[in-house]
């Protein structure tokens, strides 16, 4: 066996580890609206290792958009900072991006659409055993580095949330850089053709639309450009991980 196909043999094994933990959580499900087959899994997992960075998730139709997009996690944020945004309706919210990058910047909703814009509608996952699809808008992630420019060192993006899911710690995430710069990683501030409401992370929230739930930060507050996570929360890349949860969550 040539050394790539011994590789690709092996991720494919730790992969499949992976996509069956999250197969068998998604079918504890009581409220989950569908249940993914096997099968499906492995077609997706052999997707990623044909292309692993080109390959997008599956994209729905209106008709399959979800009543209700359930909210999970925080849905009203209680800090004093983002009271005070949310009595302003937003006005004020100013996105802060800094850390290993060349042009720090401080952003506006509409800054941000004047960017770029995309929409996508797409099926989230939760760990807790429920899905629901919605038409998220926003703006493509990496139109956001190509202003901001990370350092050739920086390999991650951390989403700094104003949510306290535990008073004291606030909420965080982090993706690396080739899941940043994929085409449906979307800094999103509409849901289903409407502002985002509050309890869907208003007025930023990221959708990372091939990794589970939890890492799509809700309630962004600033993205913060590194070489490492470590001095970070915990130091395992988001709040769920400092609590045992997997870093990598693909689907
Ligand atoms: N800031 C923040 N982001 C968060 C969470 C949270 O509690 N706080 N919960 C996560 C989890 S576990 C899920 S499933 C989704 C839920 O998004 P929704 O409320 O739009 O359904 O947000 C994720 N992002
Ligand atoms: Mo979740």
Redesign the pocket.
């Known amino acids: 066996m040539t050394d790539r196909r011994r590789f690709l043999r092996h991720t494919a094994l730790a992969l499949g580890g992976v996509i069956v933990t999250g197969c068998d959580r998604i079918s504890d499900s009581q409220t989950g609206e569908r249940i993914l087959s096997q099968a499906e899994k492995l077609n997706h997992l052999a997707q990623k290792i044909a292309a692993p960075g080109d390959v997008l998730a599956k994209e729905f139709t209106e008709a399959d958009i979800s009543a209700v ?7 009203m944020p209680d800090t004093p900072d983002y009271r005070a945004l949310l009595n302003n309706a937003f006005r004020d919210y100013r996105l802060a991006i800094g850390g290993m990058v060349e042009r720090p910047a401080l952003l506006s909703i509409s800054d941000l659409r004047a960017l770029g814009m995309r929409t996508q509608i797409t099926r ?1 996952d ?1 760990v807790e055993g429920w899905s ?1 699809i919605g038409k998220w808008t926003g703006t493509p992630l990496r139109q956001v580095m190509d202003f901001v420019r990370p350092h050739m060192r920086a390999r991650y993006v951390v989403f700094h ?1 104003y ?1 306290e ?1 535990e008073e004291g710690t606030p ?1 965080y995430e982090s993706i690396d850089l080739a899941e940043a710069r994929h085409p449906q990683t979307l800094l999103a501030y509409m849901l289903n053709g409407h502002d985002l409401p509050v ?3 208003a007025p930023l929230r990221l959708r990372v639309e091939r990794q589970l ?2 890492k ?4 962004i507050r600033s993205l913060q450009f590194t070489d490492s996570f470590a001095s970070i929360g915990d130091g395992k890349g988001g709040y769920w991980e400092d609590n045992g949860y997997e870093w990598y969550a693909g689907i």
Do not use: I, L, R, V
């Open positions: 997009f359930k909210p999970n996690g925080s849905t989230h939760c629901a949330c949510d899911y909420y309890q869907n992370g739930g939890y799509h930060a809700k309630y």
